[in-house]
Structure formats: structure tokens, C-alpha cells
């Protein structure tokens, strides 16, 4: 139940995040209506799933990112940018502490017990990993809806999936790293088939499989076709998905 409160939150902290740095003068205000639906949805989800999971404070967060959500598609719908822009923030605001409550609540999923405020970057990270992956789907998806749009503002959408992907790894290779030479110093510890297999899962999709994925979709954007470089978002979704929530468990049973 907490890996899951923990992904909601994370991915809801990291599609508001992503709705940020989208230019509104380039790209249509239904496009952020619609985001902010899904911030709404997956902000919701994770506050009926914390009534139990959580303190009350902790639950409070997605409540009220939710109803922050809520107003801010209200706000698109109107076409009132400055506002809309502003709520989304608070609600990235919000859910970005729901994620670091999460990762602080004792039997937290993250690694706030061996790493300090550490294990709540590499959360948050890892939300704009997923919530930047998604993003840039969904805005290759608004093409159908907006053939005019630029080709360059989904472009730069993926390169920004690009750069925190960079940035995860080489703090993972660290990390790695640094866990070795403690191996090395200490008793070697005895790794089991299932922490491999999740492992393997874990470089295989969302460290070496995204980056492919993503590289496909922003070559396929100089023919220029939307539409197949969207379908190829569409996989790379699933990597990115399917690699932090792999690292969610991992860092659980660490």
C-alpha cells in the first residue's frame, strides 16, 4: 500500500512539474486542463490511500493537492494562464512534500534511514523521470488535437526527460559505486534471485532501456511525424514506469 501512496505521489509531483516548464503560449490551454485532470486523479487515489498508511498531515497533502488540482483545471478551462500556472505549482508544491513525508514516516519505501534527505531527492527525482516520460506522451498525443502546434515544444519535452534521466544515473552509478567499496570493506552481502531479477528489471527498462526509447521518439520528430514518435512515448511510458516502480522496491527490501 505505501509503495503504491508513494508512486502517486510521486508521479502527480512530477506530471505538475513537467506542466511548469511547457510554454502555455505554444501549447493549447485544453492540454493543461486535461494534465491537471490526471494530477486530480492520481492526487485523489493517493489520499484515500493514506487515511491509514500516513499521519493525518501526510494525508492532508493529496487532499489538498487534489482540490488545488481541481481549480487549476477550472482555471484552463478558462483560459486563465497566470492562475492556472500558479495552482499547478501549488499543487507540485504540495505533492512534492507528500513525497517527502512518505519517505521520512517510519517503514517508509525510500532510503531516508541510510542516506538523509538523500533518499527524498532521489524520489523526487525519480517523479520527474515518470512524470516527464508521461508528459511528453500526452503532449505528442495533443497533436491530433493541435496540428499546428510546434514540433519543437515536444522536443524539448523529451530532452528534459533526457536530463533528469542523466541525472538518475549517474547518481545511481554512485551510489553503486559506494556500495561496492562498502561490500568490499564489510562481509559481502548475499544477493538472492529475486533482488536480481529486479535488478536486471530495473537497468534493463528505466536506466538503459528509457534512454533508447527516448532517443527513438526525438530522431523520429526530424522526419517530423508526431504521431509515431508519440507511439514510441507510448513504450517508453512503460519503461519509465515499470523501472522506478522496480526501484521502489528494491529500496524497500534493501
Known amino acids: 500500500m505505501r509503495l503504491l501512496i508513494d508512486f502517486l505521489c510521486r508521479f502527480g509531483w512530477g506530471l505538475s512539474a513537467a506542466l511548469l516548464i511547457t510554454p502555455a503560449a505554444l501549447v493549447p490551454a485544453g492540454f493543461f486542463r486535461v494534465n491537471m485532470l490526471v494530477v486530480l486523479g492520481l492526487a485523489t487515489f493517493a489520499a484515500l490511500l493514506s487515511g491509514q498508511a500516513l499521519p493525518a498531515y501526510g494525508w492532508l497533502l493529496p487532499a489538498t493537492a487534489a482540490v488545488i488540482a481541481w481549480m487549476a483545471s477550472i482555471a484552463w478551462f478558462a483560459e486563465r494562464i497566470r492562475p492556472g500556472r500558479l495552482l499547478c505549482a501549488v499543487a507540485a508544491v504540495l505533492l512534492a512534500a507528500a513525497t517527502a513525508v512518505v519517505q521520512i514516516t517510519p517503514g ?13 531527492a532521489a524520489a523526487l527525482l525519480s517523479g520527474l523521470v515518470t512524470g516527464l516520460t508521461v508528459h511528453a506522451m500526452l503532449l505528442g498525443h495533443w497533436y491530433l488535437n493541435a496540428p499546428g502546434m510546434r514540433v519543437d515544444v515536444l522536443r524539448s519535452m523529451i530532452d528534459a526527460a533526457f536530463v533528469v534521466w542523466g541525472i538518475q544515473l549517474f547518481l545511481v552509478v554512485a ?3 559506494a556500495a561496492s567499496n562498502v561490500a568490499v570493506a564489510s562481509e559481502p552481502m548475499a544477493v538472492g534471485s529475486t533482488t536480481t531479477a529486479l535488478l536486471s528489471l530495473r537497468w534493463l527498462a528505466g536506466l538503459a532501456g528509457l534512454p533508447v526509447l527516448l532517443w527513438m521518439s526525438r530522431k523520429t520528430l526530424e522526419i517530423p511525424n508526431t504521431q509515431s514518435a508519440t507511439g514510441i512515448l507510448y513504450v517508453a511510458c512503460l519503461a519509465a514506469i515499470l523501472g522506478e516502480l522496480t526501484a521502489q522496491l528494491l529500496s524497500a527490501t534493501a
Open 108 to 120: 517508509g519505501s525510500g532510503m531516508m534511514g541510510m542516506m538523509g534527505t538523500a533518499g527524498v
Open 175 to 177: 551510489a553503486a559505486i
